[in-house]
């Protein structure tokens, strides 16, 4: 089983949730797929979408926004659904709302993302991938992660983010 981790903050009610996406911090990509020969075991093509997940969870654990930043297409967008409502904002404002969460907050906030799905045409690719949260290691919910990847010479970059979540039926593992 391919399980990639991250942390997510939570912003004031004005914003609702706002997850940042990433692999657990520090890790390599490649050694977690290492000795995994099952179905769903990423391929080096595939590893390449998935790597600005991995900066974007770096960028967190050192609180650099500008990292962050960096794996985001300029004019993207992320998306939540809660409790069947959208709330849309423009990285932009995401990643200054980051920035402020990172001079204030002192909570371990975790996204672990399970079994991702990766498909390719080209210079497009889409991450799927259902997701659990936890709070300082409580769960607190659960919920399906897509990404919309842009390449952009050469280098893959989230160009979209789109999310739901509920608080009931979460996987434990």
Not at 58 to 74: H, M
Not at 125 to 148: E, L, Q, R, S
Request: hydrophobic share 40%.
């Amino acid at each position: 089983m391919l399980k990639l981790s991250s942390f997510l903050f939570i912003f004031n009610a004005a914003v609702a949730t706002m997850p940042i996406y990433g692999l657990q911090a520090n890790s390599s990509i490649q050694a977690q797929i290492e000795g995994h020969e099952a179905p769903g075991a990423l391929s080096p093509e595939h590893l390449a979408v998935v790597r600005p997940l991995q900066l974007m969870c770096d960028g967190l654990v050192k609180k650099d926004a500008k990292l962050i930043q960096d794996q985001l297409l300029p004019g993207g967008m992320t998306t939540q659904i809660r409790e069947g409502i959208p709330a849309q904002m423009h990285f932009d404002f995401f990643n200054a709302r980051l920035q402020q969460l990172f001079e204030t907050s002192h909570d371990q906030l975790e996204e672990t993302l399970y079994h991702p799905e990766v498909h390719i045409d080209h210079d497009i690719a889409v991450i799927w991938a259902p997701y659990t949260f936890t709070v300082n290691g409580k769960m607190d919910h659960c919920g399906t992660n897509v990404f919309t990847m842009y390449r952009r010479n050469g280098r893959w970059l989230v160009s979209n983010v789109a999310d739901n979540e509920r608080h009931n039926d979460c996987p434990t593992n």
